[in-house]
């Protein structure tokens, strides 16, 4: 199957700690995205990447980072510095021309600090 | 702040209605883009509507754009009760090459059987 996967599902995490989410996609998709979702919002964009080895900021990028070390993965590490982390996290991503496609969404990760 | 903006913030309907959902935007877009969510789960993109375009249709689904107004909107005829889940509209900047998307804040639709 075509898509996106993303894990884990559901994600606990202690004050103080960095986690790991991660997201990949078999579309061969040259973009990704990360974006946050807090309840009964849209999406904010917080790292995007349009090539392997290369990402910019989004609109909400402090305390957290990102890699692209290869075509399918884009995992986001959600720091200790994000204040309010808990949110529902979404991974997309996109083909050439960017500006013209659509996005393919993952089912998300919904992290919780406990 | 966000581009859009998404009118109403919820709707609920009986099955078999038509429901109509609207977006405006405040800055000049190279696309306009519809997705829908169910609860807990990712978008499913459903149509794209260029800024040259003023109307598009998939299925039961009907999307105008006035980019004089800067809105859009969204109409799902004869609704099931499937068709229950939030809906969001989202740009493309038109000076983006990048395809980032600026998001509203949604449009929650009960379909109710």
């Known amino acids: ?9 559901y994600l606990f995490r202690k004050e103080g700690q960095n986690v790991t989410l991660s997201c990949e996609q078999n579309l ?7 974006y946050r979702q807090d ?4 999406l904010r964009l917080i790292y995007y990447s349009q090539i392997v080895n290369d990402f910019q900021k989004g609109d909400i990028a402090e305390g957290y980072s990102v890699s692209r070390e290869k075509k399918e993965s884009f995992p986001l590490t959600v720091t200790s510095a ?3 982390p808990t949110a529902f996290y ?20 919904r992290l919780t600090v406990l | 702040s966000q581009q859009g903006e998404e009118d109403p913030q919820a709707l609920s309907i009986q099955e078999g209605e038509n429901a109509t959902m609207n977006c405006s935007y405040k800055t000049s877009i190279n696309n306009l883009q519809w997705y ?10 459903l149509i794209l509507i260029r800024s040259n375009e003023r109307e598009k249709h998939s299925g039961r689904l009907r999307v105008t754009l006035d980019t004089s107004k800067k809105s859009s909107s969204l109409l799902i005829t004869a609704s099931r009760a499937a068709d ?11 000076s983006s090459n990048t395809g980032k998307l600026i998001f509203g804040q949604g449009t929650t639709l009960q379909v109710k059987p």
């Open chain 1, 90 to 109: 979404l991974c997309a991503s996109s083909m050439y021309p960017l500006e013209y496609n659509e996005q393919f969404f993952g089912p998300g990760t």
């Open chain 2, 36 to 45: 829908r969510q169910n609860s807990g789960r990712g978008l499913v993109h």
């Open chain 1, 82 to 84: 994000q204040k309010n």
């Open chain 1, 28 to 34: 061969n998709h040259d973009a990704m995205y990360w």
């Open chain 1, 39 to 42: 309840p009964g919002q849209g």
């Open chain 2, 84 to 94: 229950t889940a939030s809906y969001f509209c989202a740009t493309v900047l038109g």
């Open chain 1, 1 to 9: 199957d075509g898509g996106i996967t993303q894990s884990p599902k």
